[in-house]
């Protein structure tokens, strides 16, 4: 399933980049060495980033060293963005 259109992500190229570390929309987008653009993946890809976060999954690098999951902070700049959402 496409997550971002802009950029042709699909689920499975999420959850890869989220297993190497990424723990946010902006860090998903680092990965592949692209921007976000019209905004709407970012919930989506929040909800993935928590989901993936909560179930500490043992192929993470990150995992293995915590035993807690980071809960992820709604980002302090949400509001200046148009579509109200923001990739960190």
């Given amino acids: 399933m496409y997550v971002c259109i802009c950029h042709a992500l699909n689920d499975k190229q999420v959850t890869k980049a989220l297993e190497n570390g990424a723990r946010t929309p902006a860090s998903v987008f680092r990965h592949y060495e692209r921007q976000v653009q019209c905004g709407k993946c970012v919930p989506m890809m929040r909800e993935m980033a928590q989901s ?4 500490q999954c043992e192929a993470c690098p990150s ?5 807690q999951p ?3 902070p709604e980002p302090a700049n949400a509001d200046s963005f148009p579509y109200g959402v923001a990739a960190e």
């Fill in 52 to 55: 993936h976060c909560a179930n």
């Fill in 63 to 67: 995992h293995a060293a915590t035993q």
């Fill in 70 to 72: 980071a809960l992820l």
